[in-house]
């Protein structure tokens, strides 16, 4: 099979292939790109993911586990650029609307970005079902917390602006933030941030955040500009300083040991050219997220 021509997760055989009703996991691709303002390119960002997620072995041999034994389903009602024709409000309205429904069927859903305004509206319904029992980990260089960006409040300079609301925040890898939203975290009461600058100096930093949940129930989002430009040049910003691949894995799974990881998206990958390494990083990640998700 061509690589554009990809469209399910891991692209198991047909025998290994399970429909949505008996899915576990529901892998849900949605190329938002409105508000990018560097490097463009986020649409293109899950098909990327889906196709080198064809290159990865099924089986998980850090948790020893199979993922795709759970059943994966991956779901393409958003997965068409004719959403970025349309008014953002009503096109995360919808993409809210799938999530809910899923949340309903105790099913885990994994957004695949796009740029980050995705998350308002993939989160949203996390937000509304588990209120305080519920902690957001954001991994990300951006504080992402500007009340507006370029007169837009549904930009992805506003993601985590937009999701503040009864959930405690954990913000990890910032390394890029203007003053409004450094004091806005430091006076919110819910926002818990590590900037890169403290993690480089803090052998416990992880140890830290996980201490720092203290729900039952986890949400994961994470914009690959977390990671250091090194091992994931393909964004719109990459930001010197990032987390390693090992960091982010580790803080993902113990995070998902002390709570249950319930949901998660995966954004602002912007694939580059003849450059496949980071969208299997991405496609990687995307898998370790599931397989960790089975620990608790």
Known sequence: MEPSQIKTFLNPEPKDVTEQEASHFIVLPFPLEKSTS?????AHGPQAILNASAQIEFFDPETESIPLQKGIYTDHRLHHMAINEE???????????????????????????????????????????????????HIDAHA??????????LSHACAIRRIVENSPI????????DQEEFEFAHEHPLITTFYSHQIAS???WINNAIEAIQTPYLYLTVDVDGLDPSIMPATGTPQPGGLSWFEVCKLIKMAATKAKLVGADVNELCPLPNHHASDFLAAKLCHKILAYSLLK
Not at 98 to 126: C, M, W
Not at 144 to 149: A, G, I, Q, R
Not at 170 to 177: K, L
């Open 87 to 137: 008014d953002t409000k009503a096109v995360l309205d919808r993409a809210a609307s799938i999530v809910k429904s899923y949340i309903q069927q105790d099913k885990f859903i994994l957004t695949l970005g796009g740029e980050h305004t995705i998350t308002p509206g993939v989160a949203k319904p996390y937000l509304d079902h588990y209120q305080q029992q519920m902690t957001v980990l």
């Open 38 to 42: 560097y490097v463009t390119g986020t």
């Open 170 to 177: 954990i913000s990890v890898g910032i390394r890029s933030v």
């Open 202 to 204: 803090n052998p416990n």
């Open 144 to 153: 992402d917390l500007k009340d507006t960006y370029e007169g837009n409040p």
